[in-house]
Structures are given as C-alpha cells and as structure tokens.
C-alpha cells in the first residue's frame, strides 16, 4: 500500500514535469512574440528588445524553465498579459468557480445515474430499461451547445424563470444558486447520458452472471438480490469511468462555460490559449495534469475498495 | 412416504418470435426422500432445464407448457413468489457446474453462507455464522473460522465447489440438486467431491438428482438413473439393472462408446452412436432416436408416440422404445475395424526430448514485485514412435500444456533438447522453423468452436494448409481439399459450409482434416475430445486411430481422461508438477500403477460401474506451487505412501520395475506395486 503510494507520487512528479515542460518549450516554438504581443504592433524594435531582456526572455530555455518551476513551487506563476493580475490570483478564482460547478454537476451526475442505470440494467428489455435507454441516448447525443441554447429557449426566454447568463456576480438581480441551474442542467443531462449507458451495458452483463442465479435460487427477493449481490459487481466497471468524469468536469467545460458566460477554468484556459498568455496556459496544465493524476490514484484506491480480486 | 420431487409429464416449450421449440417432452420421474436419481444425456438433452424447473427458475421464454412440476406435494405452478422462496435455498438447493462463477466475487464466503438461514426464519446473526463455520467444517475445508472471512478467488476450484455445497446445505434440504458439479474439475478432486457428496447424503439423507454427461460419476452417486434423449427420457431405473442390461438402443450406444479403463489397448475401435441429433429429430411424434438407430422398423418406431414399456423383470426398469425384444435379443453392436497392426515390434523414433526444462522469470524489472522463478518442467525425457500414441497425463498445473507450447514453438526451452525431423524444436520458436518442419508437425486443438474462422468457409480453412504447406495450386489443394475430407468421413459438400452450420463432432473432423492437410509426421492433440459428446469422442478417437494406422504418424495425446488414454496409447508420460513421475509402455504403466500418484489418478477416474470398488486412496491437498517446488520428491506433500523425511529432502531416485518403465519413487521396487 505505502509502496503504491510512493509509486503514484514519484510518477506523478514525472508526469508533472514532463508536461509543463513540453508546455513549455511548445510555446516557445510557436510563432507570435509575447512581447510584441505585450507592447502591441507600434512598439519599436528597441522597445521590444530592451523589454525582452528585462523579462528575461534571452536566456536560454533550460535557464528559464527551471527558474519557472522554482516559483511555480512557491506559489508564483507570474503575470498573465490578458488579465493583468498575477496568474495564480486568476487561476485560483477561476478554479473556485469551477469546482463549484463540477461539485454540483458530480453530486447530481453519480447517484442519478448509477440509479437509473442499475434500474434499466437489472432487467433487461423490460419498459424500465427502453424507457431509459431511450432517454440516454437522447441525452447523449444533443451536443452541449445545443442543450444550453434549447434550454435557454425555454427557462429564459420563454418562461423567464432562470437568469440567461451566469458571470457568478450578484449584481445581476438573480441570486448565485440560479446562475448555476442552467449550466449544472446541461451537463448533467449530457455526462448523465453517458454514464447511465455504460453503468446499465455492466448491470446487464452482471445480471446474466450465474452467481445471481445462485442468490435467487437461494430464496432471496429480487430486490435484495439486485442490492446485495448485483449493485457493487456492477460498480466495478464504470467506476474508473465515473472518475474520469472529474477531469471532463473540471477541464472540459468550455462550451458551457462559453454558453453560459461562466468564468471557469475551461475558459479561461481557451482565451489565454488564444492571446499566447503561455504563464495561464502553464499554470492551467499543471492544475489539470494534477486533478487527472490524483483521480488515477483515488481510482485505483476506490477500484480495490470495490473488488477484492484487485491488489495494488 | 410421499415423492420430494415428482414430474408428472412435464413439457417445456421455448419460444421467441421466430421459433417454437420442445425442450422437454412427456418427462415423469420421481425422487424420494433419500433418494438419489442422475439424469444423463449429452448436449442438448434438456438434463439442465429440467433441473431449473424443479426450482420453477426456466430461462426467460421457457416455460412448462403440459404436465406438472409437484415439489412436497404442492404443483410448482400454483405457487406465488413469496411460496417459492420459500421453497429455495430452504427445502430444495443447487450446486451448480462451475463453481467460481457461481459465488459472488464481492462478497465473503462468511456472508454468502451466512445468507441462507437469515433468508429462512433464522433470527440470530450468531446462530447463523455459527453454523456456517460447522457446516464450513463439514464439507472438510481447512480453518473454516477463517474461511469465512475470505473472498471466493482466494480458493482452489475444490475448494470453491465445497463452499457451494455447504452453502447448499446450509438449511438441510431435502432435496439437492447437482448440476455437473465436478466438470471443469480435475479427476482428483472430482473424485474427493463424490466422496464428499455420498457421506454428506448418509449424514444428513437429502435426497439427490444429480445431472451428468458422465456416466461414471453418475454411477458413484445414484440409486436409479434416468437416460435423456432429445428432451425426452428414454430409459429409467435402478442404476444396475440399467448399466448391467440396457434396454434402449441410445443407452447401449452410450455405454459401447465410453471407454474403458479396464479394456487395455488392444487395437478395438470404440463403437460411437451413428448420426447427429437433428431439430427435425426433436419434433417427430414418434421415437426421436430412430433415425440413428439400427433396430428402426418405421412401421413400429414412427408411427406415433412411443410409450414407456417394461424393458425386463427388473421392477421399475422401463425404457421408451417399440422394439426393445429386437433390441434385446441382438447383441451389442461390435466395432466394425479390428486393427492388425502388431504393436510389439520396433519403430523409429521421431521425436526424442531430453532433459527439457521450462522456466519462467517472474517479476523483477519495470513491473516490480519480487522476483522469482517459476518452473514449469523439470528434466522431462521422452519419445515419440512413428506410428504410436504417446499420452502426456496430469493433473492442471502438471506442465502437460507447457510441454505442447514448447514443441509447437510458442515458447522456447531454458534447458534441453527435442530433436525432431532434424531440428531441434525446443530452440526454434514457430515463426524460425522452416516451413517443411511446421508441415511434419501439426496440432489438434480442444475447442474445434475457437479455432475455426467464423468468417471463412470450411473449404478456405482446409485448402490454406494445403496451399501453404504443400504448396499446391488452387485447383490441386481443392481437389485435395475434397479428398481430406473424404478422409474424415464428412461429405464433400461440407466444404462450401461456414463454422457455425457444422456440429461440434464436425468441427473437430474439419481439424483433424486440417492437421493432416500437410502429410505430417508427428501430431500433437491437446485434449482432442473433452469438448465433444461421448458418442462423438468416440467417432473421433476412431477417425484419429485410423488415420494414424494409414499414416504412420506420431501421435502426442495430451489428456486428463485416463480412460481415453488406456484406450489410445501405447506410452504413458505420467507429469505431476512438471516432472515425470512414471514413464514407459501403457500396459506396464496402468498394470500394476506403479507410482503412487498413478495409483491414485487411476483409483479417482469414474467407471461406468455401479459396483466399482469404491477408490482406496482419494488425493486431498493441492499441488505445491510451482514457485517453491519441494526440494525432495514434488509428490510428497499429497503421497499417500511417504516413508519419511527423507521424500521431503532428497529427490527421488528413478527405478526400472520392467523393462522400459521408469518410476521416480524413494520406495524399493518390491514395495512399488501395493
């Protein structure tokens, strides 16, 4: 177990430092100069070297990478060009509102749908399971642009419950929590879609397995036997499946976020992707190379929890 | 007393949108308390469905469509859900074939056990773990205390098996039901499961249907039996009137198809049951197994259905055919071929394996773990006659399979040689050997299903060898193609047929056509028959015996099935923990068995035999891991005759008690044979 432990921990330093990294030196071979991008097209030439070298952008790019790891370690990732303040006040604020959202959207997303994906699965092709089947598949396949702009028809515009856009600020006469319905709704519904699938697809394949033959034939009530013997088997698949979910959650939310004019991780990732701000897309990958590392570990922990057949 | 179990012709209809059919057709039987009843039949039977509907648990659009289903009395039909339950785990329990899929992986085996009683009244959580751990303690499971904390996939298949019986007899039932409970299983502990099974039925007098392809285990349970054919029972009674006089032509061909550990080599051909069952043989009103039987007289036999008759004086011996004195009178059919072929004198040896080892480097490197050495074979020496059978037996985990992936060169040897046509094949992995090399020596598989191309036509999976080995043109490996076939006894029309249209005993002839596509000099048949029927074993080890008589080949025959081996070979390699034990001529190794462990193997192999002596000495424990095998003789953890510390400490030295035969044995040859 701490032999494990130890072993994640030493990938993940790899893994952390391999990507930032390749980050790193990726950004400095695309085309586009962050200084003329910082001074703006009518800088002159002497401007733009003299402030190049006050940044320290002449030295070689070992130097500098390994001068950016050391303050990354304290905390410091330097200024970001696009918003002006220093990238880890802007990273941790937009990663606060991300996790608010993901948080929600997880709580929502698990019990929902290993609920309903147990109830389609357990038996296969009764109404429960078409009526189910039929509901995530549709889920699963309206795109999530598509989703917000159908439900912004109707809760918005049409019914004028719910606020239209969602910058998080209580200066919009809609409370917080109503900004996040919308958002949280639409993936929901479209990560849900997926999910039910899959938990249904390993419930069936459980239920055909002989040991619930067993557990019927010993007397027990169908439910009793879906409960005692058929819901943790099930788990056993998707679980890795569900964890993976945090990473969609926490990094991959950029159309909603875009939808819904959210200030979370994804867009901000995406505009200082587009300006080149390389410290925010830094700084951003190292987070999200984090979050996937850590979900890997509490995946394989959660994974043996669930299966005594599995040692780590 | 009245019947636990009483069927009183039972239908069974399976029907989805397309298709109706009869699974089971006008079945009466019954079981008394104490009784206990085998059902036999091959695939297809119906043996497994009728056990479901004891429980009134049919697949979903089966169901039972005439007669009824009495369990103490009370029609199955008529009770609700909370009557069934009941009924199961409390008054009627299963044990299921394949036990390891039957437990739940999740859950301890404490819990699982624990389960019954609390489903069945049992108030106190104590008292129902309290007698789980004796019940744990009488199905002889080492520390059942502990083993109740422990998960399913920590267990040997064995021990498995017996948690399920416990299991089953958590409540005491009064009627068990054992659904091929020791296929899968190797004979040892198949052996040891019987045993268990008989002393836990004089115990605690459950009642018994015990369902079986196996007619020698049946015979070690069972009182009476009854003989399924198509869905329907064609014969039933006592278990030795039956065996000893069978009346209906299908249970004579099964018993004249097995064969027999007390036969000998001899050169007979067994007599395998003609035909296939067909769908439209299941739907005739008259006798379904007329159409393969030789006694069929249209006029008596199709005209309609046909009743169950008194097959002799024997009370309760009946059997459902119209001709049964014509039967009766004839005598069992006798194989057709006698071989000629003397088999004392010499012949030249194609293969000779020396000293070959097989280790395996485990953990170490990236992977990590600690690392260790497994040994698979140990200084295996053998060889193999031209036109001879040598069988390699062994328990799973003995190395038979190791042995075969080293000469077919899916692995190649740490130590040894195997000199073949010239070559030495411990060294050359498949892909180096020449391409005349792979043609002189060609394998037979177990499982005809897997090694077929679903998606190629029998013709492209015979003509490919021939064009590839031989070297033919496509118009001249089509010719040979039909000749092959017609050489395996399957119609030439096969060759336009997919996989899937053929039948399991079909299969494995398109295999066997296949391996002697090339005219090869040695083949190696790993377990050839143990997925197929007996009555289509029988066909095959035919087919096998007379192709090599034309042939001259070499034949390695890779088997657990000791009877099968008595018939085909005239070598035996005995392997226990990659190890030959014994070696030499068949009829030396099997008269005396020498060897303890070949003395116990055989003792553990069902006869067909409702008076066989029950075995002397049943082999408990499980093999030594190969990863710490022991420093002395590897059989000494589980020998029934140990002398001493001295087998724990000094490998046994090998002796020659006849002339070709050696035994690895601390025991002085006087002592050997006991």
Known sequence: ?312 | MSDVLRMENVGIDYANRRTRMRIVDDVSLSIGPGEALGLVGESGCGKSTLALAALSYLPRGMRVSSGRVLFDGRDLATLDDAALRSLRGNRVAMVYQDPMSSLNPVVTIGRQLVEVPMLHGERSAAAARDRAIAMLAEVRLPDPERMMSRYPHELSGGQQQRVVIAMALMAEPALLILDEPTTGLDVTIEAAILDLVRELRRKFGTAILFISHNLGTVARICDRIGVLYAGRLVETGDIRAVFGAPAHPYTRGLLAALPRLEAGRGGARLTPVAGTLTAADRARVGCAFSPRCSHALPAACDAGPVPMLPADAEPGHVARCARLEAVRDSRPATPAAEATRGRDEDSPVLLDVRDLSMVYAIGGGLSGGPRAELRALSDVSLAADAGRTLAVVGESGSGKSTLAKLLSGLVTASEGQALFAGADLAALPVDERPADLKRRLQMVFQNPDSTLNPSHSIEHAVVRPLRLLRGLGRAQAKEAAARLLERVRLPADMLRRMPHQLSGGQRQRVALARAFAGDPQLVIADEPTSALDVSVQAAIVNLLAELQDASGIALLLISHDLALVRHMADRVAVLYLGRIVEYGPADLVFAPPWHPYTKALLAAAPRPDPDAPEPEVILGGVMPSPLDPPKGCVFASRCPRRIGPVCDTTPPPVRHPAPGLTVACHLEIADLPS
């Not at chain 1, 419950?161 to 709704?185: E, F, H, K, N, Y």
């Not at chain 1, 879609?193 to 390993?202: F, K, P, V």
């Not at chain 1, 979370?264 to 505009?271: D, Q, S, T, Y």
């Open chain 1, 1 to 312: 177990m701490a032999r494990y432990l130890l072993k994640q921990l030493f990938n993940m330093a790899i893994t952390l430092f391999a990507v930032t990294f390749i980050v790193f030196v990726l950004n400095e071979l695309t085309p586009g100069d962050v200084v003329r991008k910082l001074l703006g097209p009518y800088a002159s030439a002497d401007q733009v070297e003299k402030v190049t070298r006050e940044m320290g952008l002449d030295r070689p790019v070992m130097v500098r990478y390994a001068e950016y790891m050391a303050n990354a370690a304290r905390g410091d990732f330097g200024q970001s060009i696009v918003f002006r303040r220093p990238v880890s006040e802007v990273l941790w604020d937009r990663l606060g509102n991300t996790l608010l959202l993901a948080g929600v959207c997880f709580a929502i997303i698990v019990p929902f749908s290993v609920l309903l994906g147990v109830l389609a699965g357990m038996r296969e092709r009764g109404w429960i399971d078409r009526s189910v089947s039929v509901f995530s598949s549709v889920c699963a396949s309206i795109p999530e642009f598509a989703m917000g702009v159908f439900l912004l028809a109707i809760f918005v515009v049409q019914l004028g419950w719910l606020p239209g856009t969602s910058p998080l600020r209580d200066d919009t006469g809609w409370p917080i929590w109503t900004q996040l319905v919308l958002p949280a709704a639409v993936v929901v519904l479209y990560d849900a879609g997926y999910l039910i699938a899959m938990i249904r697809t390993s419930m069936v394949e459980v239920m055909r397995q002989p040991f619930i033959r067993t557990a019927v034939l010993k007397g027990m009530s169908f439910r009793r036997v879906v409960v005692k013997h058929a819901l943790r088997n099930a788990l056993i698949a998707p679980f890795t499946v569900i964890l993976l979910q945090i990473n969609y959650l926490v990094a991959g939310l950029v159309v909603v976020e875009m939808v819904f004019a959210y200030p979370g991780f994804g867009r901000m990732m995406l505009e200082a992707a587009l300006a080149k701000d390389i410290a925010i897309v830094e700084a951003g990958t190292l987070v999200a190379v984090s979050v996937t590392m850590l979900t890997q570990v509490v995946g394989d922990l959660g994974y043996r929890a669930l299966d005594p057949r599995i040692s780590i």
